[in-house]
């Protein structure tokens, strides 16, 4: 197991720049999740720590060496593609065997760490079955096998449940993060589903447009997003947001909505008398009133058996909000919701920038 550092890393493809000075610490033996929408970067980060993508600038480390220069198959690292890239020719023991018989290791080894692989991913009844024969989730346990005979210093886990059903994604969430307890080898993980960022990641790296928005643990990142794009797009349902004016009165401020609501200031927020602002709420930190707070119309009921889902328009302005109450609200009627002030935040409106003491 190794370390992984990237300091301020830059890739260009011609002219035109992808990553912009990067900075990540990955601590050994840890589990840490790039996320971000589509074209942030975060696949070119991680062929770039495998050696598939040149660097352009900065330095990457696995463990103390700059393995800038050194081509993949010395990195010592395996990686997990969205495709699973089996060899549709070879059977599943055939294809967890391949790498291990191209380092020319002995025939006992390599059976040793094969049937350890078929142990650990419950693959043992499979082995000489081949990838046609095999459903989605097995072949992408196939090739999660296939990196752990390998024994890496670093696994890279390049959007691996994209090509599964809802259910099996949820299945396999699980399987990848009681695997890494198992062998505590440091892994990086891209995905653009929070989801899976927020419940596989011990560190969340969330980025945009070739930059990090925020590093830190996925609670951090829920309860105290850095910005107003961390904001909404840690959490699902996401984020509801409000542009407003912050208007102090000594120790008192609350929030001026444009349409005259006045809604008190969340605790602990900083900001100027009149600066303009984005107050944020999240959907499940939203409460019922018989009036008072923001006065939103119901747009849709969405009744899931453990939740109530709310979609509300509040002055042309989508809200949603969440409750563990079962609720029969007629669409088109008006319903009063409270924010809960511990968990609000503001934002900067030119910035983005959370308004905090």
Known sequence: ???VTIRSVRKNFGEVPILHGVDIDIQDGSFTVLVGPSGCGKSTLLRMIAGLE????????????????????????????????????????????FALQMAKQDKATIETKVARAAEILALGALLDRYPRQLSGGQRQRVAMGRAIVRDPQVFLFDEPLSNLDA?????????????????KTTSIYVTHDQIEAMTMGDQ??????????????????????????????????????????????????????KDGTRLQAPQRAAGADGQTIVYGTRPEHLALADSGGIPAHVVVMEPTGMDTFVACRHEGIDLSAVFRERHDF????????????????????????????
Not at 69 to 90: G, S
Not at 171 to 179: S, V
Not at 206 to 216: A, K, N
Request: glycine content about 8%; hydrophobic content about 45%.
């Open 1 to 3: 197991m190794a370390s």
């Open 54 to 97: 040149h660097v352009t600038g900065g330095e990457i480390l696995i463990g103390d060496k700059v393995v800038n220069d050194i081509p993949p198959k010395a990195r010592d690292i395996a990686m997990v593609f969205q495709n699973y890239a089996l060899y549709p020719h070879m059977t599943v023991r055939e294809n967890m065997a």
């Open 167 to 183: 259910k099996l994604r949820v299945a396999m969430r699980a399987e990848i993060k009681e695997l890494h307890m198992r062998l």
């Open 204 to 257: 969340i790296v969330v980025m945009r447009d070739g930059r990090i928005e925020q590093t830190g643990s996925p609670l951090e990142l829920y309860d105290h997003p850095a910005n107003q794009f961390v904001a909404g797009f840690i959490g699902s349902p996401a984020m509801n947001f409000l542009p407003g004016t912050l208007r102090r009165a000594g120790p008192d401020a609350f929030v001026e909505l």
């Open 330 to 357: 007629a669409p088109g009627s008006t319903i009063h919701l409270v924010p809960d002030l511990q968990r609000a935040h503001l934002f900067d409106a030119g910035t983005g920038q959370r308004l905090a003491a």
